[in-house]
């Protein structure tokens, strides 16, 4: 199946650095790739969509200026954690869909491993 | 507002027998509902799906069954097997291809006792 990586799988920082996480998809191209946020004992969170060659979309009370999104090419997508504090401590998914294989109908969405970020 | 709602956190099921995990959601517009499997510290696996216009799909072990009606949907493991103990998460989305949205049910953790 379709493979999609993330790095770095953990990270730990100190209060008020930048953290940037990547996200490729290393089988197929996606235009669009979306990132999410895991709080323990909770759902995944839609975060934004990200859009290759555009903006990318925010979800409501997600702030863009503190999570930059770029998708510079059609497997790469990269988050940003800007000024992290820690309640910014969290998993962080992404996932690329892709279009249906033969017998499937639905796009399905291919999820990276996640990246554990600690925000000391 | 939580959309996707999976009202049991954990489940344990003797090898061999039946896991049946549940999902309640209240969104109308939701077009295809999916479960996805997820190990600590990886990302979701997709197990299966099914469209919202269908009741049942079945894939292996693995079947969903759908009441609209009821918007209620339920995950059968048939034989369950100690592998599949995981995390296990009810999706649904709306859209497709780059405007889809796929909004994740809390997880029911299964455990799968020898």
């Known amino acids: 199946g379709a493979v999609v990586s993330q790095h770095p799988s953990w990270v730990i920082c100190k209060s008020g650095t930048s953290v940037k996480i990547e996200c490729r998809s290393l089988d197929f191209q996606a235009t669009t790739m979306f990132w999410y946020r895991q709080f323990p004992k909770q759902s995944l969170m839609l975060m934004a969509t990200?859009?290759?060659?555009?903006?990318?979309?925010?979800e409501q009370g997600v702030e863009k200026d503190k999570f930059l999104i770029n998708h510079a090419s059609l497997t790469l997508s990269t988050l940003t954690v800007t000024s992290a504090h820690p309640e910014d401590s969290s998993f962080y998914i992404c996932s690329a869909p892709r279009r249906p294989t033969s017998g499937r109908t639905y796009n399905e969405q291919f999820f990276g491993p996640g990246t554990r970020l600690t925000v000391l | 507002d939580q959309q996707v709602k999976q009202n049991s956190p954990s489940l344990s099921v003797q090898e061999g027998r039946i896991s049946i995990l549940n999902c309640d959601y209240t969104?109308?517009?939701?077009?295809?509902f999916l479960w996805y499997k997820k190990y600590p510290a990886e990302g979701p696996t997709f197990l299966i799906s099914?469209?919202?216009?269908?009741d049942k799909n079945e894939d292996g072990r693995f079947t969903v069954f759908l009441n609209k009606s009821a918007k209620h949907l339920s995950l059968h493991i048939v034989p369950s097997q100690p592998g599949d103990s995981a995390v296990y998460f009810c999706?649904?989305?709306?859209?497709?291809?780059?405007?889809?949205?796929?909004?994740f049910g809390t997880g029911t953790k299964l455990q799968v006792i020898p």
């Open positions: 969104n109308s517009m939701f077009d295809y």
């Open positions: 999706a649904a989305r709306r859209g497709s291809g780059g405007y889809q949205k796929v909004t």
């Open positions: 990200s859009n290759e060659g555009s903006k990318a979309t925010y």
């Open positions: 099914i469209s919202s216009i269908k």
